[in-house]
């Protein structure tokens, strides 16, 4: 079992409730933490006692991975299913960026816009293809998540075995000579960039990241 409190996270056991670890972190108002939902791994996420560091944990290997996440206070935080992967938020709310939780490698930097507003809530879909997240703006934005990543998190699972089950459907009814047939493979969705995405490394950092397809 897991508490969150404004200044310390406290771990217990369940079936004794004795507590098994405290975690210092800085001041959590909001409760910022996240846990994946799939048994065969279990991690967690919160904020160290520094400002913009993310912690995870991981129960199973009894190990802790620190990253510099953000340059100012953490504001929402989500795992995907089997834990591979982070995304987090800060105060700013301009930018989503997800790490592997292994290593704690930027994977992806994904862009909600240009002013500052305050990230309600982050999610990851179940097969970990898709990311979204809400402001007080009272928007809803869809970004896609790297193709290497969901394919990852989608395997030896049920919903693989019915996909590809499905995929194989679909060929079956596709004409080989179609002119559209190679254009339904090649399909691939993925998050547009900012036309000035060449100017790399002198752009500013507005320019910098995937933004939102929804």
Same mark, same amino acid.
């Given at each position: ?52 560091? &993310? *912690?995870? #944990? !991981? @129960? $199973?290997?009894? /190990? ?54 305050? &990230? *309600?809530? #982050? !999610? @990851? $879909?179940?097969? /970990? ?86």
């Amino acid at each position: 079992m897991i508490v969150v409190l404004e200044k310390a996270v406290y771990v217990y056991d369940i079936k004794t409730l004795k507590q098994i670890q405290k975690i210092a972190t800085v001041d959590n108002e909001r409760g910022v933490a996240a846990v994946n939902s799939e048994k065969t791994r279990a991690i967690f996420a919160c904020p160290t006692d520094k400002l913009g560091e &993310i *912690q995870l #944990i !991981n @129960f $199973d290997r009894d /190990t802790r991975v620190v990253i510099p996440a953000h340059k100012t206070m953490v504001t929402a935080l989500a795992l995907n299913s089997d834990g591979t992967l982070v995304a987090s938020a800060s105060a700013e709310g301009q930018v989503i960026r997800v790490f592997k939780t292994e290593d704690g490698k930027l994977v992806q930097e994904l862009r909600r816009g240009n002013d500052t507003c305050t &990230i *309600q809530c #982050i !999610n @990851f $879909d179940p097969v /970990t293809k898709w990311l979204s997240c809400t402001s007080e703006k009272g928007t809803i934005h869809v970004f896609a998540i790297n193709k290497e990543y969901h394919l990852e998190s989608k395997k030896n699972t049920a919903e693989v075995r019915e996909e590809q089950k499905q995929q194989n459907m679909d060929h079956d009814v596709t004409t080989v000579g179609h002119p559209d047939a190679k254009k339904q493979k090649e399909l691939v969705c993925t998050n547009p960039k900012s036309m000035f995405s060449f100017l790399k490394p002198f752009r500013p950092s507005y320019f910098v990241g995937e933004y939102s397809f929804a």
